[in-house]
C-alpha cells in the first residue's frame, strides 16, 4: 500500500523483494478502505483488494471460513494451483538471479 511506512520500508528492503513487489500494483489507502469497507458490507471473509492472482490466491487459502458463493469459489479453485505455481516460479526466478548477481559480484 502507498504509504509512508511503505516508502520506509523501500529503503532497506533487499533488491529481491523490491523486484517481485514491483509485479504488483501499489494500492492508495482510500482504495483498499473502499475494497475493505465494500467486502465487510457484503459479508466477505476472504478480502483482497488485489489483481486476479491475488484474489485466486486469498479464496483458495480461504480455509474453514464460510462463503459467499462456494459455487464459484469450488469452480474458481482449480484456477489457484497453477496461478500459484506461476507465482512461485517468477520470485524464485527473480531470487536466484539476486544470488547469482551476488555470488559474482562477491567473487569480483
Not at 47 to 73: E, F, K, Y
Request: glycine content about 6%; hydrophobic content about 40%.
Amino acid at each position: 500500500m502507498d504509504t509512508p511506512g511503505y516508502a520506509e520500508e523501500n529503503k532497506t528492503k533487499p533488491e529481491e523483494c523490491k523486484k517481485i513487489e514491483s509485479m504488483e500494483t501499489c494500492y492508495k489507502p482510500d482504495a483498499v478502505a473502499k475494497a475493505l469497507l465494500d467486502s465487510v458490507a457484503k459479508g466477505e471473509f476472504e478480502i483482497a483488494c488485489g489483481d486476479l492472482g491475488i484474489n485466486l490466491l486469498v479464496r483458495a487459502a480461504g480455509g474453514m471460513t464460510p462463503r459467499r458463493n462456494p459455487i464459484a469459489d469450488a469452480l474458481i479453485f482449480p484456477l489457484a494451483i497453477p496461478v500459484s505455481m506461476v507465482y512461485r516460479f517468477l520470485w524464485d526466478s527473480i531470487s536466484r538471479k539476486q544470488k547469482r548477481q551476488l555470488t559474482t559480484t562477491e567473487a569480483s
